[in-house]
């Protein structure tokens, strides 16, 4: 057990010494989640710049009422030629076109931003509005024969308004810092030990690997000092993260502590064991390099980390989930957003994490016993000891 | 000149014998913008994928049907089947025939007061998006028809309290009749994986350009660069062919993702020529930065340190890996700070049609920042002990 331990300070010795490790483990994901947070949690957001081209003198008029009354959204009178090209440059964030020979308000919002689907949305509600006053102004002016339920074929009860109601029959999806705060906290747990993997290599490199498996340490204390060195790393990084994302953006990692740890602990290792194998496969820091970012970001995105897998196409979501980075943040989410009641599908994904650990730990142990031959002098020496 | 383009070449023979290199230069780029392109919904040349609805009520006369059925057709992309068995339509639901269903209660708003509303939808197992965007759409329809029937019966309410006779004039002067719908248009240069396609190739090109600039004045290559200090050519010349080298393969990946896009996703980068000039300008504006992070006077570990805050830090600052829009003015200020947030501008900005004129200010802001940094990289190196290039 000693010699587990020496080597697993080892590992940390490594991290703590390098001020790159140090920045990668803590801050780049606190930094990475502080600004996906605020841009996609909303805090801090600008008004919303509306550009309003004005048609029919009653439209326009009620749609200028109803962007002046509301909040956090500021619009200007332009013609169209002038508010296509706002919105081209990005100085606004949609156009609202009143109708003049048509009988529709026009939107144009820019699709790629954020902003542009939050005018989108709101402007959406303004519509319903101003739709309904319109109506009611052009009946009560006009005395249409609509408004004469004899004539109009369909009796219009003076009842108030009933209540618009769209029940969401699926489980919600996870969205703004619900997502940034497990997605940064699965993508770098991972990166980081994957990188942490070049501690091998060097070792391996400098011959270090050969003098230390010389002395009585086997090659089984030496892969579990350095895979249980990992996986405390990652634990520390997961701690950190999580409990950066419930102080600050509130996001409920807490709801089920226990199964949130486990969740935690199942993806640590598999990372770490991740680690462990391409330590073993790559034979140069370069080498390492180009596949542990190759492989993590391609995971990373497919997984879910990026972005909600649910806004997916089907068969990516299928593929998606049944990596190590899509178990996670299936477990995370459920945890997150249910509590214990997310504990089946947390459940469900620890045993893909344990299948993947394995996995990752198996061929990592098989290709370090197989990937290194001692020299012919030092078998000799060995086993005439 | 010659000196330049031999020391370039001979950089890129030793880099392009090492197959990471390949690996990080070219198949990271492509993997990640393939990935980013199909998961972003769009595979094959810009098509948008049509979402299948399935309506199901009592009767398909139902104003409410009705009113749905309008609304999924005005939206484009909306296909909708109508079924009157709830098992039949959970059927087809978990077969994939359908993305979403919607179900809509007995009884009609219009005729009856008190017919309740209560729409629900339901998603399949992995189609929670398309169900999210068939609810919205669900909402704001069932909202405008509400509206008017809310408006038709305050007149109904405010004909009975005056006792109005309905076939008398009304005095107050008539607005056009018009009954106010939304529609959305788009510009048709409005493309969401133009600004993400743009994003990555400043991220992927800034990303390889450090790495492989501190590979160069990497420690274990110090020998290397002694003996090309022991040459006869200028160090401005060893830089220039630094830099050179750096920048050639920073285009190559920008025009990677640049192409991927196009041909992948149909993603319009507008016109050719300034398209090239902007992934030029921003390859040596890429390497100037890297050169200048990568002979940061301080110790290697600093260096490193300082140069992926900067690359990775930048890229989420600078709004490449995520639309920056909805940030604040004061965060969207820092990003100004940042390579990306110039570049990704840039790029954005030619995928929707703006001219060179529109983007003028956003070329000078990156042909700026590139020649900052190269300013200050030449202070760096004049700095340095003779002897070490």
């Known amino acids: 057990v000693r010699k587990v331990w020496v080597v697993f300070l080892s590992e940390w010795l490594y991290v703590v010494r390098d001020r790159i490790a140090l920045l990668m483990l803590i801050l780049m994901p606190i930094l990475f989640t502080t600004v996906l947070g605020i841009v996609f949690g909303g805090a801090g957001n600008s008004p919303l710049r509306i550009g309003l081209v004005p048609g029919d003198v009653t439209i326009t008029s009620a749609l200028g009422d109803a962007l002046a009354a509301e909040k956090g959204m500021r619009y200007s009178t332009l013609s169209r030629s002038e508010a296509e090209t706002g919105l081209r440059r990005g100085t606004l964030d949609a156009v609202v076109i009143a109708p003049g020979g048509t009988d529709s308000i026009q939107i144009m919002t820019d699709s790629t931003t954020q902003r542009g689907y939050d005018a989108y949305a709101r402007i959406m509600g303004i519509q319903a509005a101003v739709s309904g006053r319109t109506t009611a102004v052009t009946l009560a002016a006009k005395l249409l024969p609509e408004a004469d339920p004899s004539t109009a074929g369909v009796k219009y009860t003076a009842a108030a308004l009933p209540e618009v109601q769209v029940i969401r029959a699926w489980k919600t999806v996870a969205e703004g810092v619900l997502q940034v705060s497990p997605g940064m906290l699965v993508m770098f747990i991972l990166m980081f030990a994957a990188y942490s993997g070049e501690g091998i290599v060097h070792e391996r490199a400098n011959g270090t690997l050969r003098r230390l498996l010389a002395t009585p340490v086997s090659g089984w204390q030496y892969l579990s000092g350095r895979l249980m060195g990992k996986v405390s790393v990652g634990m520390v990084q997961f701690l950190s993260l999580a409990g950066f994302g419930a102080l600050v953006f509130h996001v409920n990692w807490g709801s089920a502590p226990g199964m949130t740890l486990m969740t935690g602990l199942l993806f640590t290792t598999a990372s770490a064991a991740f680690g462990l194998l391409l330590g073993v496969v790559c034979r140069t820091p370069d080498q390492l390099s180009a596949v542990a970012t190759t492989v993590c970001l391609a995971l990373a995105a497919l997984g879910g980390t990026w972005w909600p897998i649910e806004a997916t196409p089907p068969a990516l979501q299928t593929f998606g989930r049944m990596l190590p980075t899509g178990q996670a943040m299936r477990a995370f989410h459920a945890l997150i957003l249910y509590g214990p009641e997310g504990a089946a599908d947390a459940k469900a994904a620890w045993l893909a994490l344990g299948g993947w650990g394995l996995l990752f730990l198996v061929l990592g142990v098989m290709l370090f016993r197989t990937g290194w031959k001692r020299p012919a002098a030092m078998r000799a020496s060995r086993t005439a000891l | ?389």
């Open chain 2, 1 to 389: 000149l010659i000196q330049v383009l031999r020391l370039i070449e001979a950089e890129l023979i030793s880099r392009m014998r090492d197959k990471s290199f390949w690996l990080e230069a070219l198949l990271l780029p492509v993997v990640v913008t393939a990935i980013m392109g199909i998961a972003l919904g769009r595979v094959g040349h810009g098509k948008t994928p049509t979402v299948q609805v399935g309506i199901v009520a009592d009767s398909r006369d139902l104003l409410t049907v009705q009113v749905l059925e309008a609304a999924f057709k005005a939206a484009g992309s909306l296909n909708t089947d109508f079924y009157t068995g709830t098992d039949e339509a959970r059927a087809q639901l978990k077969n994939r025939k359908l993305d979403a269903l919607v179900f809509v209660p007995d009884g009609d708003p219009a005729t009856d007061a008190k017919a309740t509303v209560k729409v629900s939808v339901e998603s399949g197992k992995t189609t929670q998006f398309q169900a999210a965007m068939v609810a919205q759409i669900t909402e704001a329809a069932l909202r405008t028809m509400m509206a008017e029937i809310g408006a038709r019966r305050s007149v109904a309410d405010l004909m009975a309290e005056n006792q109005a006779d309905p076939s008398a004039t009304w005095t107050t002067p008539a607005p056009t009749p018009v009954s106010a719908k939304l529609e959305q248009v788009s510009l048709k240069q409005f493309d969401a994986l133009g600004a993400q396609f743009a994003g990555l190739a400043i991220f992927f090109s800034l990303l390889s350009a450090f790495r492989l600039m501190v590979n160069i004045f990497g420690d274990h290559r110090h020998g290397l660069n002694l003996r090309l200090a022991g040459i006869p050519a200028h160090p401005a010349y060893v830089a220039a062919g630094f830099i050179g080298t750096v920048a050639l393969v920073a285009a190559v990946q920008t025009l990677t993702v640049l192409v991927v896009g196009r041909l992948a996703f149909g993603v319009h980068w507008g016109a050719p020529v300034p398209l090239i000039l902007a992934a030029l300008l921003a390859s040596v504006a890429s390497a100037a930065v890297a050169l200048a992070l990568a002979v940061l006077p301080l110790s290697s570990s600093a260096r490193g340190l300082i140069g992926t805050l900067f690359v990775l830090g930048g890229s989420v600052l600078g709004g490449s890996l995520v639309p920056f829009d909805g940030a604040s003015p004061t965060l969207q200020l820092f990003a100004r700070a940042t390579l990306h947030y110039w570049v990704t501008g840039l790029f954005t900005g030619l995928s929707r049609g703006l001219t060179v004129t529109e983007v003028a200010r956003l070329f000078v802001g990156v042909a700026a920042y590139g020649s900052g940094a190269l300013i200050l990289a030449a202070t760096f190196l004049a700095r340095r002990r003779p002897g070490r290039a």
